[in-house]
Every structure is written in structure tokens, then in C-alpha cells.
């Protein structure tokens, strides 16, 4: 069975500060890895994606993979207030069908 | 980038009666679209993926006869959650993937409450 975890948090960082979210998944045949974003009450919305090991940046947001540890991160930095939502990994095979994992609540007070 | 529309955003039904919940893609065609159930702080659990055309595949656990999903064209699929109880109240969400594309996109999901 496909796995993707995630640590549910809620990690509560400062206004202008890093926030790391971190995720792994469990089969080694994935290629595709997604970042979502879902405020309280809305869908999710796509952030990053990423295929290829190392680092992907956009903007503010870098999304990091490292298949050999099947780990994938999402970094943002400069966090803002308006940064404040769960964050889903997803992780596809050769399917098109992702696999969430439960999403970690961040909070960025100011 | 793609757009999805899902209607209705909100629906209150009474227990015992079935409720339609549309998924559009606006701007693109969809070979195959997602439909997710959320609870809340949960995770998207997939509840079934339909191709046009074809009958939708079901993922285990998930009631074929209870959640009848229609994917009549390339633009449209349907979710119909028949005979619904209060323990059907989620958050719906579809996600459709273009025609040749790798991204599936989101629609604005249906917040289901059955009283």
C-alpha cells in the first residue's frame, strides 16, 4: 500500500521566518511529487511540483526531493501571515492518480 | 492555467434524498476526472476515477450504487450521492487532468451536509 506521511502539526513559525514541511512516501517507483496548498474550507490549490533529485525554486517557495531517502520538502521563505494554511504532499507513480498525505497545518504569526 | 468549476459550492439536503454535484473543466478537456470525499482534518481519500466514456473505477470501500458518477463528455463529470445520511456530510472535490497533460487540476468542492 502506497503511503505518504506527513507530520500534522501545526507548526507555528514567525512573520518573515523559514517554514519547512517535510514528507515521505513509502514507494520507490514514484515520479512525480506535488505541493497543494488548502486554506480552512477551499480546495487545494497547486504550489510546486517536482521530478527530478535536488531543488526546485519558485519564488518564494523551494520544493526539494531526495529519491535515494524517498523524502520530499517544501521550504518557504519570508513566511507571511497569508502563508497560514495545511500543506498536502502528493505522490504519483506511473498512474495519474496521487497519493495524499494528511496535509500539515502551518501557522506564521506576526 | 486550467480551470475546474464544481457546483453547487454548498448544498443542505434532507437525509433519504440524493444530491447532484457537477465538475467542469472550462478551458480544456478532461480525459479523466478525480472525485475526492475530505472529512475534516483529514486527508483527500480518492473515492473514484472516471474516464470519459467508460464506467468509473471505484476505489475499495466506496459504494458504486451509492455514488453514481456520470462522465458523459470530455468537459463534464457528475457525482451523485443517492439516498444520502447525515454521515455522508464531507467536503467533495473533484480534479480533472487535460487531455495529454500530467497535472490534474481542482475544482472549488461541495461542501455536502445531509440533516
Known amino acids: 500500500q502506497k503511503e505518504v506521511e506527513q507530520n500534522s502539526g501545526p507548526l507555528s513559525v514567525p512573520e518573515g521566518a523559514i517554514a519547512s514541511l517535510n514528507c515521505t512516501y513509502s514507494d520507490r517507483g514514484s515520479q512525480s511529487f506535488f505541493w497543494y496548498r488548502q486554506y480552512s474550507g477551499k480546495s487545494p490549490e497547486l504550489i510546486m511540483f517536482?521530478?527530478?533529485?535536488g531543488d526546485k525554486e519558485d519564488g518564494r517557495f523551494t520544493a526539494q526531493l531526495n529519491k535515494a531517502s524517498q523524502y520530499v520538502s517544501l521550504l518557504i521563505r519570508d513566511s507571511q501571515p497569508s502563508d497560514s494554511a495545511t500543506y498536502l504532499c502528493?505522490?504519483?507513480?506511473?498512474?495519474?492518480?496521487?497519493?495524499f498525505g494528511r496535509g500539515t497545518s502551518l501557522i506564521v504569526h506576526p | 492555467g486550467a480551470v475546474v468549476s464544481q457546483h453547487p459550492s454548498w448544498v443542505i439536503c434532507k437525509s433519504g434524498t440524493s444530491v447532484k454535484i457537477e465538475c467542469r473543466s472550462l478551458?480544456?478537456?478532461?480525459?479523466?476526472m478525480f472525485w475526492y470525499r475530505q472529512f475534516p482534518k483529514q486527508s483527500l481519500m480518492l473515492m473514484a476515477t472516471s474516464n470519459e466514456g467508460s464506467k468509473a473505477t471505484y476505489e475499495q470501500g466506496v459504494e458504486k450504487d451509492k455514488f453514481l458518477i456520470n462522465h458523459a463528455s470530455l468537459t463534464l463529470s457528475t457525482l451523485t450521492v443517492t439516498s444520502a445520511h447525515p454521515e455522508d456530510s464531507s467536503f467533495y472535490i473533484c480534479?480533472?487532468?487535460?487531455?495529454?497533460?500530467?497535472?490534474?487540476?481542482f475544482g472549488q468542492g461541495t461542501r455536502l451536509t445531509v440533516v
Open positions: 478551458d480544456f478537456q478532461a480525459t479523466t
Open positions: 480534479s480533472a487532468r487535460e487531455v495529454g497533460g500530467s497535472e490534474a487540476f
Open positions: 517536482i521530478y527530478s533529485n
Open positions: 502528493a505522490v504519483r507513480g506511473g498512474s495519474y492518480i496521487p497519493t
